[in-house]
């Protein structure tokens, strides 16, 4: 008894330095107006953000408790606001997950695109009568503005996460000949089939009433091989998307952005292909002109502050109500 006694000691007065860590890490990136974004939405960090915005936090707020676990002030603060601060978080996540998609963070891409190897082929289609067609452009990609603003970053997803790794590798480098090249590109009957497979999972959401008319898709298809294979040897674009270098698994990678789901709100989705078959999906939504930027876990810092110092007025009134009733009693 006593131990469980203290250790939720420690926990309540880890909750009020948890607090104000998060909120002094939050402070100092917002001295750069581009860190949060970076970490927040940058498709290759999810770790790192994990471990600034909870778990060196959760770790630097137990080892102060355990000092100042004999402070009675911060116990009886802790005690109450330990469950105010479990509250927040359960509701802010699924909160946010019912909006944007996710819990805590927007999804990384899938882990195999890491590996790639070679580029065989980028594809750019639109959906055109409730089927995808081939788009004979290259306009959803700029290569200049590869990484120019993490929000809006959707299509270029693929290039960055298979570059991140090695850029001198296979022919990852020349993505963007790739792209441009009219003969690299999946033909009409293979995209077909990754559109039935696509509509026949149900995974796209459904807008609602109002904007069924501009749920118009479009999106990139990209095929490639990956080896786990350290090999940093060179190729050069090859039209035939035969693979130059050995390989271990073939993908095709499909992301689509949908039209309006509602009002300034709209979808990204993403598939990984392996044998025609859906091996693994992610989705998330974002805004324009809408709430962009407004998500709980990138507010929590100052949430969860303001919410401390309710936690805190509201004891001190009840401390001095009770003082004055005694008086009355007296």
């Known amino acids: 008894?006593?131990?469980?006694?203290?250790?939720?000691?420690?926990?309540?007065?880890?909750?009020?330095?948890?607090?104000?860590?998060?909120?002094?890490?939050?402070?100092?990136?917002?001295?750069?107006?581009?860190?949060?974004?970076?970490?927040?939405?940058?498709?290759?960090?999810?770790?790192?953000?994990?471990?600034?915005?909870y778990f060196i936090p959760i770790l630097l707020a137990v080892f102060l408790a355990i000092r100042f676990k004999d402070n009675s002030n911060l116990y009886e603060i802790g005690k109450?606001?330990?469950f105010v601060l479990f509250v927040l978080t359960i509701l802010g996540s699924i909160v946010n997950k019912n909006y944007w998609g996710y819990y805590f963070k927007r999804p990384s891409t899938f882990s195999e695109l890491k590996n790639a190897n070679e580029i065989l082929s980028i594809t750019q289609f639109g959906d055109e009568k409730s089927s995808f067609k081939i788009i004979n452009e290259t306009n959803l990609i700029d290569e200049g503005?590869?990484?120019?603003?993490?929000?809006?970053?959707?299509?270029?997803?693929?290039?960055?996460?298979?570059?991140?790794?090695?850029?001198?590798?296979?022919?990852?480098?020349?993505?963007?000949?790739?792209?441009?090249?009219?003969?690299?590109?999946?033909?009409e009957v293979e995209l077909k089939k990754l559109d039935n497979s696509i509509r026949?999972?149900?995974?796209?959401?459904?807008?609602?009433?109002?904007?069924?008319?501009?749920?118009?898709?479009?999106?990139?298809?990209?095929?490639?091989?990956?080896?786990?294979?350290?090999?940093?040897?060179?190729?050069?674009?090859?039209?035939?998307?035969?693979?130059?270098?050995?390989?271990?698994?073939?993908?095709?990678?499909?992301?689509?952005n949908s039209g309006q789901i509602s009002n300034d709100h709209f979808g990204v989705y993403e598939f990984l292909f392996q044998e025609n078959q859906i091996i693994k999906k992610n989705k998330y939504y974002y805004d324009v002109a809408g709430l962009e930027g407004i998500e709980y876990?990138?507010?929590?810092?100052?949430?969860?502050?303001?919410?401390?110092?309710?936690?805190?007025?509201?004891?001190?009134?009840t401390k001095s109500i009770k003082i004055i009733l005694l008086k009355k009693k007296d």
């Open 80 to 82: 109450f606001f330990v």
């Open 297 to 317: 876990p990138v507010a929590s810092p100052i949430i969860e502050l303001i919410f401390l110092f309710f936690t805190l007025f509201v004891i001190s009134i």
């Open 200 to 256: 026949n999972s149900e995974f796209i959401d459904i807008p609602e009433y109002g904007y069924e008319e501009s749920l118009i898709t479009k999106g990139i298809a990209v095929e490639f091989v990956t080896s786990s294979s350290d090999n940093t040897s060179l190729v050069t674009l090859n039209e035939s998307r035969k693979p130059l270098l050995s390989f271990d698994k073939k993908f095709v990678y499909v992301l689509i």
């Open 1 to 53: 008894m006593m131990m469980a006694y203290t250790i939720f000691r420690i926990i309540s007065i880890a909750s009020i330095f948890y607090t104000f860590i998060k909120f002094i890490f939050w402070v100092i990136l917002k001295l750069d107006s581009n860190a949060t974004s970076f970490l927040y939405y940058n498709v290759n960090n999810d770790l790192f953000w994990y471990l600034l915005y």
């Open 145 to 187: 503005e590869l990484v120019s603003d993490f929000y809006y970053f959707s299509f270029e997803r693929p290039i960055f996460t298979m570059l991140s790794k090695n850029i001198s590798r296979g022919n990852l480098s020349d993505w963007n000949e790739i792209y441009k090249s009219p003969k690299a590109k999946l033909t």
